[in-house]
């Protein structure tokens, strides 16, 4: 049976994007194809601003779980346990680390059966698999884009390779184009650089991390 590594879980507010504000558990996977994780690694990832730790399984209501059921039953109780009345309402996102690299058609399943709609934050490098009810693509620096299609891009900003330029993505099939600023020791001038590119482009707009300015997780 397929076993699921997962750093962290817990319920919170999305923090980004086109779904700010609403209501969901954040099914965090251990893993990502972009970074091994380990500060001493950093200066070499292919993502070098990752603002997450996901390495291992020991975070909150983290661990391993062995087969779609047991996982899709872990996140439905953080439901639960925060939202039990509003099972109409049940969201998971699946992020990480790379969540495509064990989000699977199985476990999609799982949390439909559960009442669930199924999100995911993913860097753009692995297809989808189907029935993902939302999908938002963050591309990374010069890795090549494989899922190119979704309902936001959500590009972290400035990043220096061409690659990586927002020209590059603006006729991608999205619904929603967000610039979000990246977080580092530059915050200030980041946030003011996205704010006049949305203002010259406003195909794009702000996305502000509006979980870590209240506080939560
Ligand atoms: C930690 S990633 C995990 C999901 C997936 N690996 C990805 O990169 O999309 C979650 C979101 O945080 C964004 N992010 C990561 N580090 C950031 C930073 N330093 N500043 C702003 N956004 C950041 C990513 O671009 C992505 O949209
Ligand atoms: N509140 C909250 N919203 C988020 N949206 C995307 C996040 C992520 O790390 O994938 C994130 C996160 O870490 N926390
Ligand atoms: S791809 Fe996502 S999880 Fe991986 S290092 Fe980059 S931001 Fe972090
Ligand atoms: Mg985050």
Redesign the pocket.
């Known amino acids: 049976m397929k076993i699921y590594s997962v750093k962290e879980a817990y319920v919170t507010l999305q923090g980004e994007g086109a779904q700010t504000g609403r209501a969901a558990v954040f099914l965090r996977f251990a893993g ?4 091994s ?1 380990l500060e001493r690694d950093r200066h070499k ?8 730790d ?1 390495v291992g399984t020991n975070g909150e209501n983290g661990g391993k779980f062995e087969g779609a059921d047991a996982l899709a039953d872990h996140v439905a109780s953080l439901w639960a346990a925060a939202a039990g009345a509003h099972a109409d309402e049940a969201y998971v996102v699946c ?4 969540p495509l690299l064990q989000l699977d058609s199985p476990l999609i399943e799982a949390l439909h059966a559960r009442g669930f709609e199924v999100g995911v ?3 753009g ?1 692995v297809a989808a698999p189907a029935g993902l009810d939302w999908i938002c693509i ?1 591309p ?1 620096a010069n ?1 090549a884009l494989v899922q190119s299609r979704g309902d936001e891009l959500k590009l ?1 900003y400035p990043q220096d390779e061409p690659e990586a330029q927002p020209e590059r993505f603006e006729m991608l099939q999205f619904q929603h184009f967000f610039l979000q600023p990246k977080d580092d020791n530059r915050q200030a001038e980041n946030i003011a650089a996205a704010a006049a590119y949305c203002m010259k482009h406003p195909k794009w707009r702000l996305s502000l991390q509006t979980h870590k300015l209240i506080g939560l997780p």
């Open positions: 990502c194809n972009l970074w994780g990832a292919v993502c070098q601003f990752c603002d997450t996901f992020t990480g680390g790379e934050e993913t860097n490098t963050s990374k890795a972290v």
